[in-house]
């Protein structure tokens, strides 16, 4: 089954068929979410036409149709982008050598008061400062193939020890590292490290076959931090117009405790060696 097929079955499956506006006929489902021929009638397309979609035996789909299913499945924004571009439609990104400017690392190294750190669009972290560093992990003391947020996230105990809600933080990192699998589908690098969490984590292999996807956003997240305690931050992310692969990430506090805390953190980070920070 392709990826177009996988995607379009598992969000068939999850849809209320009350939420698609369908009458209960009386019949009982064995299976959840709406029937092939259910999805068919929506989209005004045979129920033929929706078997070979999902078993891969149509290549081609026309925008009219892609519309269609997915106005039938109610997809989100980021879910209707996935679906153009997993169905050949979008022009897919090609992967790129990911390289830092070095007036970006400036700029990460001029915000003292805020952690932030520049992004990979598959979450490998390219540049951080103190801040980062002294919030989340040392990220220098790592071998580069290690910098990544979501290998982080699902292998490393202590960097996911920090994490107040674990389970919801995780399931979004999957969700936009799905996104990106869909616009970069030739990046082996993100095809390695999808490999390597599905075998070693089960509930990475278990929430990547739901297919939920999700583009970059602000966030809000709750760390229990060992130094600085709970700390409510406000996640924001910006696109680099230079290097669109890449993303800038800033914590923010999102109260006034969290502020103090932050504060306390930083300030503690300042006092400790550089010897793990970037080279310039």
Same mark, same amino acid.
């Given at each position: 089954?392709?990826?177009? #097929?996988? *995607?379009?079955? /598992?969000?068939?499956?999850? &849809?209320?068929?009350?939420?698609?506006?369908?009458?209960?006929?009386?019949?009982?489902?064995?299976? $959840?979410?709406?029937?092939?021929?259910?999805?068919?009638?929506?989209?005004?397309?045979?129920?033929?036409?929706?078997?070979?979609?999902?078993?891969?035996?149509?290549?081609?789909?026309?925008?009219?149709?892609?519309?269609? &299913?997915?106005?039938?499945?109610? %997809?989100?924004?980021?879910?209707?982008?996935?679906? *153009?571009?997993?169905?050949?439609?979008?022009?897919?990104?090609?992967? /790129?050598? $990911?390289?830092?400017?070095?007036? &970006?690392?400036?700029?990460?190294?001029?915000?003292?008061?805020?952690?932030?750190?520049?992004?990979?669009?598959?979450? @490998?972290?390219?540049?951080?400062?103190?801040?980062? !560093?002294?919030? %989340?992990?040392? *990220?220098?003391?790592?071998?580069?193939?290690?910098?990544?947020?979501?290998?982080?996230?699902?292998?490393?105990?202590?960097?996911? =020890?920090?994490?107040?809600?674990?389970?919801? +933080?995780?399931?979004?990192?999957?969700?936009?590292?799905?996104?990106? =699998?869909?616009?970069? $589908?030739?990046? !082996?690098?993100?095809?390695?490290?999808?490999?390597?969490? !599905?075998?070693?984590?089960? @509930? *990475?292999?278990?929430?990547? =076959?739901?297919?939920?996807?999700? #583009?970059?956003?602000?966030?809000?997240?709750?760390?229990?931090?060992?130094?600085?305690?709970?700390?409510?931050?406000?996640?924001?992310?910006?696109?680099?117009?230079?290097?669109?692969?890449? &993303?800038?990430?800033?914590?923010?506090?999102?109260?006034?405790? +969290?502020?103090?805390?932050?504060?306390?953190?930083?300030? +503690?980070?300042?006092?400790?060696?550089?010897?793990?920070? $970037?080279?310039?």
């Amino acid at each position: 089954m392709t990826e177009l #097929g996988e *995607f379009l079955r /598992t969000r068939r499956a999850a &849809l209320d068929p009350q939420r698609a506006g369908l009458p209960d006929d009386g019949r009982q489902r064995r299976v $959840p979410g709406l029937r092939r021929e259910e999805l068919a009638q929506l989209a005004h397309v045979s129920v033929d036409y929706v078997v070979r979609l999902e078993q891969g035996r149509t290549k081609r789909v026309s925008r009219t149709v892609l519309n269609a &299913l997915a106005d039938a499945l109610h %997809l989100a924004t980021d879910e209707r982008d996935y679906l *153009f571009r997993i169905a050949d439609v979008a022009p897919a990104r090609q992967p /790129t050598t $990911p390289e830092v400017a070095a007036r &970006l690392q400036q700029l990460l190294d001029g915000m003292p008061d805020i952690p932030a750190m520049v992004l990979h669009r598959r979450m @490998d972290v390219l540049a951080w400062n103190r801040g980062a !560093s002294a919030l %989340l992990t040392d *990220f220098g003391a790592l071998p580069a193939p290690e910098r990544n947020l979501i290998r982080l996230t699902f292998l490393e105990p202590a960097f996911r =020890a920090l994490y107040g809600d674990w389970e919801r +933080s995780a399931q979004e990192c999957v969700a936009v590292l799905r996104m990106e =699998a869909g616009r970069a $589908p030739h990046d !082996s690098a993100l095809s390695a490290l999808v490999g390597e969490l !599905s075998v070693k984590d089960l @509930d *990475f292999r278990n929430w990547w =076959a739901t297919h939920q996807v999700r #583009g970059p956003r602000q966030l809000v997240k709750t760390y229990h931090h060992p130094v600085a305690g709970t700390l409510v931050l406000d996640v924001q992310q910006f696109s680099v117009d230079t290097h669109p692969d890449q &993303l800038l990430v800033a914590y923010t506090a999102a109260d006034e405790a +969290s502020r103090e805390g932050l504060r306390f953190l930083l300030l +503690s980070a300042q006092a400790q060696p550089s010897d793990h920070l $970037p080279a310039r």
